[in-house]
Every structure is written in structure tokens, then in C-alpha cells.
């Protein structure tokens, strides 16, 4: 079973996700932020990484930095309500595989996590 670990500091979000992921049958790991969110991954590395950019403590472009450099195999996947073309850009050229604009839909999300587990 492929493990997803959600980042995102709104606890909303993330029982949103972890209820979408679980039902298509995926494992599914918690983070609040993008320290947390590392700490987990060196703990037990996921499949898929869903990240939010705009987080306290640890933004989720730092956390994609870091993550990607310690495990430069990690593949990740933007989630933020922020459309904007700077931060799709920044995300993308810092490694991250996708990019998933908020709302999301639940499809795309599946669609995303899919792509990058096979």
C-alpha cells in the first residue's frame, strides 16, 4: 500500500485529504507544517508528499527544498490556495512534480498521487 503524507497547518484540509486518500486505498501520514513534515519523512520516507505552501513555522517551498535535498528521490506535490504563477513556477523549479490549486478536486488530487506512485 502507497503512503501519502499530507502537509497542511489547516487540520480541515488534511482530514479531507486523509479521507479521500484512504478510500482510494491508500496509507496515509499527517503533517502540520514543513518541519513536521520532515521529521515524518526521515522517520518513514512516503510514496507522495502532499504539501501546502502557506504554512507557520516551516512554509512548504522551504520544506520542498530541504526535503529534496536530503531526499532528492522524494516526490512531491504542491497543494496551495495561492494561483499564482511566481509560486507554481518557484515550486516546480524546486522539484516538486505537480502543482494542485485549491480548491482542489478531488480527481486531480487522485490523478496527481496516481501518476507519481507508478
Given amino acids: 500500500m502507497a503512503v501519502v503524507l ?3 497547518d489547516a487540520q480541515f484540509m488534511r482530514l479531507r485529504l486523509n ?9 496515509v501520514v499527517e ?7 520532515l521529521e515524518k519523512y526521515a522517520q518513514r ?7 501546502d505552501i502557506t504554512m507557520p513555522q516551516m512554509d ?3 520544506a520542498l527544498k530541504e526535503l529534496r535535498q536530503r531526499f ?4 512531491v506535490v504542491m497543494c496551495s490556495a ?8 518557484e515550486a516546480i523549479k524546486s522539484g516538486a512534480k505537480d502543482f494542485i490549486v485549491k480548491p482542489f478536486q478531488p480527481d486531480r488530487v487522485l ?8
Fill in 31 to 37: 503533517a502540520a507544517n514543513g518541519a513536521e513534515a
Fill in 72 to 75: 532528492p528521490d522524494a516526490k
Fill in 45 to 51: 520516507p512516503a510514496d507522495v508528499v502532499l504539501m
Fill in 60 to 62: 512548504g517551498l522551504t
Fill in 82 to 89: 495561492l494561483g499564482q504563477q511566481s509560486a507554481v513556477l
Fill in 6 to 8: 499530507v502537509v497542511d
Fill in 111 to 118: 490523478q496527481a498521487v496516481a501518476k507519481l506512485v507508478n
Fill in 19 to 27: 479521507k479521500l486518500l484512504t478510500e482510494a486505498g491508500y496509507e
